[in-house]
């Protein structure tokens, strides 16, 4: 027999679906800030799987997914259970931004949190306190930023502190899940993808606790893309069996098949030195060899630039909005595979 789950005035018993909102701030007139939170407790112990959505707020594709898939689970026929937070930094998703306005922090670098810190780091630690509780395994749903195109891909990543088989149970979730590539991110080496606490992040601080967890990221930030939430759904149902909590068949979810997704090792951003708009872009999920066109920059009057792959690259993410200022980022790459 499955155990009650408990978590604000949420209370959810073996066999039940639940939802609603959970309060974790205020404004400044003393209105309530809430997550919605979703709950699906199966009749069976099992696992504990999280769902995280937009924890920036911008990415989108994430939280249908999540909103459409759950209520179409039978807790009767679940073994463990789904704990589900679609919208995670409810600020950021209100601005239609990637980081909290109020205090500017990128919440997903501010795990595990801190309970007497700024808005960003209190909400992290609410949330973080709930998943160290429940959470036997997690997915972080992201998307890339929505200046960019991308294919699907997931990240999955090796952390020093974490144990060995905390990671490769994390990778083999993150392969369940499907995508036309995935990463594998070495913490333990030197990374600088970007700026920041990448300490922080929800995934990282998952491992080191010995909650397996990935990152998957699901098309572009700011629209709902159709066939892209129908991975998110497809992707769960995948995890879900590799993990043996659900084996049930899903009205509306249409199977995806990735052909040889590869393993990308090593990956960057690539950077414009020059200001204009970016046109002729290679297309995500293409192979340049050294000395191919990346794409050209040009103003009003001519071309500005042209930019060429200095290595043989995968384009994992190419700039779909063409004005760019010097130091924007043109493309996400990886290089080794």
């Known amino acids: 027999m499955g155990r009650v789950i408990e978590w604000d005035s949420l209370i959810v018993n073996p066999g039940e679906y639940v ?3 959970v309060k974790v701030a205020e404004y ?6 809430n997550i919605p939170v979703l709950i699906v407790n199966g009749v069976e112990d099992g696992p504990c799987l999280w769902l995280n959505g937009a924890v920036h707020g911008d990415e989108l594709n994430g939280p249908i997914a999540i909103r459409n898939l759950l209520p179409k689970i039978d807790p009767k026929q679940l073994k463990g259970s789904i704990i589900a937070t679609p919208i995670s930094n409810p600020l ?3 601005a239609r931004q990637k980081n909290t306005p109020q205090d500017g922090l990128d919440m997903d670098m501010q795990f595990p949190g801190d309970s007497k810190g700024m808005l960003s780091q209190r909400i992290a630690f609410q949330l973080f306190e709930q998943i160290k509780k429940y959470a036997t395994h ?5 998307t890339l930023g929505t200046p960019f195109d991308a294919k699907p891909y997931t990240v999955f990543k090796r952390v020093p502190v974490a144990e060995e088989a905390v990671c490769d149970e994390a990778e083999k979730m993150a392969r369940a899940f499907g995508g ?3 990463c594998l991110v070495d913490l333990g080496g030197k990374t600088n993808e970007l700026p920041g606490n990448i300490l922080g992040f929800l995934d990282v601080q998952c491992l080191a606790h010995g909650i397996p967890a990935f990152m998957t990221e699901i098309g572009s930030g ?8 129908n991975l998110g759904e497809y992707g769960i149902l995948n995890v879900l069996k590799s993990l043996d909590m659900y084996y049930e068949e899903v009205n509306d979810v249409t199977p995806v098949e990735f052909d040889n997704p590869i393993t990308l090792t090593s990956r960057k951003f690539l950077y414009t030195d020059k200001g204009g708009l970016v046109v002729d872009s290679a297309q995500s999920g293409s192979f340049l060899k050294k000395g191919d066109l990346l794409c050209r920059i040009i103003d009003m009057f001519g071309t500005v630039d042209e ?3 200095g290595e043989d690259m995968y384009i994992i993410a190419s700039r779909k909005n063409p004005p760019v200022d010097t130091g924007d980022r043109l493309a996400f790459v990886g290089v080794k595979w």
């Open 19 to 21: 939802y609603g909102n």
């Open 222 to 229: 700011g629209q709902i893309q159709s066939d892209m939430v």
């Open 180 to 182: 036309t590539s995935h």
């Open 307 to 309: 930019v060429r792959a």
């Open 92 to 94: 950021a998703f209100q």
């Open 28 to 33: 400044s007139h003393r209105g309530d800030i």
């Open 138 to 142: 997690l997915i972080d749903f992201h």
